[in-house]
């Protein structure tokens, strides 16, 4: 069973472009949230999507927005990069609402220069 | 709102010895606890997670918890040490309904030979 895929591993981009990142659930499983992870602030939340909907989201300024497709797959944006949004970025999925522990990704690291 | 707290940023034991992590929550509401284990440039995958059934938790690669109400602990122990568990470790906390989990600053666990 293949696990939670997260493309591209590593991304290097120009602070004021934008990025796209993508992320694939385990098969069968409804529920994704991203987690944005740096030394500083360790693992914070950014959001969570069901059924294609954002059900909870953290305390990120609106340049982070996300997706999720009915295919379960995810994607999330951030516009006008900054420095401090380097990080490395994991998606979660979970088979639905409920007590099931997240299965995490290898992550995305993001770097802005 | 829930909060985790996890004493000792990095912790050291000698291979063979007893692994003793600790995590103390706050919750106003039953909560749901987990712990994840993250080895360099991978993403977090969980040991365990206690959801109230039994209040003693085993996970894997030898990890078990015990819930703790009237101390507010989930603390992680292994009997043995072993130089593969050389990692950080995670706790994480989640209020029933809610699928936001806030996590701990992390526990980086060196092992000696």
């Known amino acids: 069973k293949a696990g939670v895929t997260q493309t591209p591993r590593y991304l290097i981009k120009t602070r004021g472009q934008q990025v796209t990142l993508s992320c694939s659930p385990i098969s069968g499983h409804r529920s994704v949230s991203w987690y944005q992870q740096t030394p500083g602030q360790g693992l914070q939340f950014l959001f969570e999507?069901?059924?294609?909907?954002?059900?909870n989201k953290g305390n990120f300024p609106g340049r982070f927005s996300g997706r999720q497709f009915s295919n379960s797959r995810s994607e999330m944006n951030v516009s006008t990069l900054e420095l401090g949004d380097s990080a490395l970025y994991l998606c979660?999925?979970?088979?639905?609402?409920?007590?099931?522990?997240?299965?995490f990704g290898s992550g995305t690291r993001l770097t802005v220069v | 709102a829930q909060s985790v707290t996890q004493l000792g940023s990095h912790v050291s034991v000698s291979e063979g010895a007893l692994v003793l992590l600790r995590c103390n929550y706050s919750?106003?509401?039953?909560?749901?606890l987990f712990w994840y284990v993250q080895y360099p440039n991978q993403g977090l995958q969980l040991l365990l997670k206690y959801t109230s059934a039994a209040t003693l938790v085993k996970g894997i690669n030898g990890f078990e918890a015990e819930f703790k109400k009237s101390e507010t602990s989930f603390h992680l122990t292994k009997p043995s040490a072993h130089m593969s568990d050389a990692a950080e470790y995670f706790c994480a906390v989640s209020a029933s309904g809610t699928y936001k989990y806030i996590f701990g600053t992390g526990t980086r666990l060196k092992v000696l030979a």
């Open positions: 999507y069901f059924s294609e909907t954002q059900r």
């Open positions: 979660a999925s979970s088979p639905q609402q409920g007590p099931y522990g997240y299965t």
């Open positions: 919750s106003s509401v039953p909560p749901y």
